[in-house]
């Protein structure tokens, strides 16, 4: 009954029996209630401390040799972890052992102690755990996975432990599923997990979980690239938090994301300034990186340059070579060449190539240094990823120095063309551009192959 009660998030039908059981029973028995009732103290986390201590007092008061027994220890580690003691201490505490039930509280001690690949080597062994415990290992095997950068087993385990969990908890778990397939860039799968979510959505919904769901969402939409869909969800979490819900900036970040997909940098940049201002310290600069892009696609130069360079002066910044190459740009527009050149090698340096790389090939290209163009232009491909904006341009840019070059190497031509041009809408320039020179070069070939 108490175990089904946990499960099942009735927390006070199991504690009220958990405690008059542990007022009347005697021996094994009340050792065994003081064990349970310290693990349901130990779920509400810091805020379970006390409870579970003088539930682990009162049993070993019941039956002194419960000092001993592998859950006992395994719950003490884990309170002591949560209150800071060191590692040492707490492995002085935690026993051998081969119970399922202890070895999930020493998961859980491991993670208070920041030791995420400890507390998976004991999570990724089958345990057969009480139904209460079982989904929670899974959302702590994802927790672990989540701490070791890996987002898509995190997702997974997410995923399980909502399986498994009811009511809130199923709801909960697959929230933290969808975060994750986001982060890992699996739009669908955090969609279906998000739908899902939905069916078990409280009426009336918290909104604060309103707005997290309708920013997932739109996070979603935006890597299958649907930014209309984007907008329309990341528009409902913006009026949400009008209506009340605790602002964050995120919100507008992707409000500003969809606008850009959808062409719009100059929307975008009032949507990135917000952004910017709801930012806490560790998350402006990318905020204010996002905005440099959105001025340079709108032309405003010398804001893009300004933006940048703030973003440049954190040092802890996550993405400077990203910046750096965008600042190359920027300079390259603005015509201050030396500039854009020390930009571009700083990026490459910085562990962004292909931006370095484009702005490099540009450089070349206007000065007519067609065979260091071209140099710099296939650098930039081989180090952008297939598909992106930068790889796109860089292809352009190769098959058009070698048509400047007499066609050289038109097998070449044929292949670039047709890899690139998938990517690109029929009414673009490019397109039309790409297409003519592609007809040229098969033409060349076909001559060639008569001739011979």
Known sequence: ???????????????????????????????????????????????GIEGANRALEEGLSSVPSLEAHPRYRSILGEMRALEGASEDEVRQILPRTTDPRALYHQAQALMYLGLPE???????????????????????????????????????????????????????????????????????????????????TPEPEDPEEAATRYYLIARSHLLLGNPNLALEAIQRALKIER????????????QGQALMQLGQPHEAIEAFREAVRRAEEQDRSYALHELAVAYLE??????????????????????????????????????????????????????????????????????????????????????????????????????????????????????????VLPYLHPADEWHHTLSSYLERARNLMDGSRTLN
Not at 188 to 197: S, T
Not at 365 to 385: F, G, V
């Open 298 to 419: 709108a032309g405003e130069l010398a804001e893009a340059e300004a933006t940048l360079r703030e973003v440049l002066r954190d040092p802890e910044y996550g993405h400077l070579g990203d910046a750096y190459g965008d600042l190359a740009e920027v300079l390259y527009r603005l015509g201050r060449y030396d500039e854009a050149d020390l930009a571009a090698r700083e990026a490459i340096r910085q562990g962004s190539p292909s931006a370095g790389y484009l702005i490099l090939g540009n450089l070349a290209y206007d000065l007519l240094h067609l065979e260091e163009a071209l140099e710099h232009y296939t650098q930039a491909c081989e180090t952008a990823a297939e598909g992106s904006r930068d790889w796109v341009t860089a292809q352009q840019m190769v098959v058009d120095t070698l048509a400047q070059l007499g066609f050289r190497r038109p097998s070449e031509i044929i292949n670039r063309s047709e890899a």
């Open 243 to 254: 209506e009340g819900a605790e602002p964050a900036h995120g919100t507008p970040l992707v």
């Open 118 to 200: 400890e507390a998976l080597e004991i999570l990724d062994r089958p345990l057969e755990l009480p139904a209460f415990l079982a989904w929670r290992a899974h959302t702590l095997r994802g927790k672990a996975l989540e701490r070791l950068g890996q987002p898509a087993e995190a997702a997974a385990a997410y995923k399980e432990a909502s399986r498994l969990a009811v009511g809130m908890e199923h709801y909960w778990n697959l929230i933290d599923a969808a975060a994750m397939f986001v982060e890992a860039g699996m739009g669908l799968e955090a969609l279906q997990a998000l739908q899902e979510a939905e069916l078990e």
């Open 1 to 47: 009954m108490v175990l089904e009660a946990l499960h099942q998030g009735d927390y006070d039908t199991a504690f009220e029996t958990l405690i008059r059981t542990l007022a009347l029973a005697q021996g094994q028995e009340a050792a065994e209630a003081a064990l349970l009732l310290a693990e349901a103290y130990s779920l509400y986390g810091e805020g």
